[in-house]
T-cell receptor, first 109, second 117 residues
Framework: DAKTTQPPSMDCAEGRAANLPCNHS???????VYWYRQIHSQGPQYIIH???NNETNEMASLIITEDRKSSTLILPHATLRDTAVYYC??????????FGTGTRLQVTL | GAGVSQSPRYKVAKRGQDVALRCDPI?????LFWYQQALGQGPEFLTY????????KSGLPSDRFFAERPEGSVSTLKIQRTQQEDSAVYLC???????????????FGPGTRLTVT
């Protein structure tokens, strides 16, 4: 599975949009982009995934560039409960997830 | 239950002891995964079951690690002769592929924190 690159940490003010970038320049045509997050002392939680089109659900939006070499996860109105480590994962098979070190998002008042 | 459950939540073992960690997946979920998460790191894959068949055990770090899922539901991860480097959070996840949906999300349990002293 392709390797991803994320900034180690980001801050966001509560109520503002949090935009988390991810580079996956070696992504293959049949690989999806997945986002998970892990709140302290909990297991990872699925957020969203996409192939080439932008996706939106009740938690977030996923914007994938046209060349698919990068993507951005958008939390439209961040709250303190969104403080977590966010993992961007590129995945080919339906089996294992390959996590990196993720982005630690701190939402502040 | 509504989600994946794991027990115990915390385990302290003396070096050399054997431990067994239990995972109860979401009812009806076919696939079950084990991951190991060291402090400050992302989870790392250990092994994968589809029903009772262990299809991938490439992530198990040594032959001291053994996993089973004999009836295709509950799974146990066993670590023999524990070492200090085994100290980590062990996460279990389950998923259920639907017809036509290849890339499906995994639902994680809260993990078992193992400390080897």
């Amino acid at each position: 599975d392709a390797k991803t690159t994320q900034p180690p940490s980001m801050d966001c003010a509560e109520g503002r949009a949090a935009n988390l970038p991810c580079n996956h320049s070696t992504i293959s045509g049949n690989e999806y982009v997945y986002w998970y997050r892990q709140i302290h002392s909990q297991g990872p939680q699925y957020i969203i995934h996409g192939l080439k089109n932008n996706e939106t659900n009740e938690m977030a939006s996923l914007i994938i560039t046209e060349d698919r070499k990068s993507s951005t996860l958008i939390l439209p109105h961040a709250t303190l409960r969104d403080t977590a480590v966010y993992y961007c994962i590129v995945r080919r098979t339906a089996s294992k997830l390959t996590f990196g070190t993720g982005t630690r998002l701190q939402v502040t008042l | 239950g509504a989600g994946v459950s794991q027990s115990p939540r915390y385990k302290v073992a003396k070096r050399g002891q054997d431990v067994a960690l239990r995972c109860d997946p979401i009812s009806g979920h076919v696939s079950l995964f084990w991951y190991q998460q060291a402090l400050g790191q992302g989870p790392e894959f250990l092994t994968y079951f589809q029903n009772e068949a262990q299809l991938d055990k490439s992530g198990l770090p040594s032959d001291r690690f053994f996993a089973e899922r004999p009836e295709g539901s509950v799974s146990t991860l066993k670590i023999q002769r524990t070492q200090q480097e085994d100290s980590a959070v062990y996460l279990c996840a389950s998923s259920s592929p639907f017809r036509g949906q290849v890339y499906n999300e995994q639902y994680f349990g809260p993990g078992t924190r193992l400390t080897v002293t």
